[in-house]
C-alpha cells in the first residue's frame, strides 16, 4: 500500500512500515513540511496513498471539506509505540487501500476505530 507520513510520525514507525513492504513517502522528503494539512491531504489523494499523522485535526478535513484518500490517526506515546505498530498493522492487513478511501482510522494500543466520510 502506498503511505504518505506526516512530519510528526516516529521515523521508527516509517521503518517499521517500510519493513512490511508498504511503498512509503514522507512529507519531509516531498517538501511538504509546514505547509496546510489540506495541502498534504490532496498530495495523499494524487499519490492514492493513506496518510498517517498523530494529528487528529486532520479529521476535520476528511469529514467537513471531504478531502484525502484516507487517513490512520495514530494516538501514541513513546511507552505505546510497540503496541500501536501491531495494531496499525493488523489496520494495514485488514482494510484495502480502497476501503480506508475517504476513511478516518483511529489506531489505539488497544484497538482501531474505523469512521467512513458521508462520501463513501
Known amino acids: 500500500m502506498k503511505i504518505l507520513l506526516d512530519e510528526d510520525v516516529y521515523a521508527v514507525t516509517g521503518r517499521f512500515l517500510k519493513s512490511l513492504n508498504h511503498d512509503v513517502a514522507n512529507v519531509y522528503d516531498l517538501g511538504l513540511s509546514g505547509l496546510s494539512g489540506e495541502v498534504i491531504l490532496r498530495t495523499a489523494m494524487e499519490r492514492q496513498a493513506v496518510l498517517i499523522t498523530r494529528d487528529k485535526d486532520f479529521g476535520h478535513l476528511v469529514f467537513v471539506k471531504s478531502i484525502g484518500s484516507g487517513v490512520i490517526y495514530l494516538r ?3 511507552s505505546t509505540i510497540d503496541s500501536v505498530r501491531k495494531e496499525l498493522k493488523r ?3 485488514r482494510y484495502s487501500f480502497k476501503e ?3 476513511s478516518f482510522v ?3 494500543p488497544a484497538g482501531h476505530r474505523f469512521r467512513r466520510s458521508y462520501r463513501n
Do not use: D, S
Request: charged letters at 25%; zero cysteines.
Open 76 to 78: 501514541v506515546l513513546p
Open 91 to 93: 489496520v494495514l492487513e
Open 100 to 102: 480506508l478511501e475517504g
Open 106 to 108: 483511529v489506531v489505539e
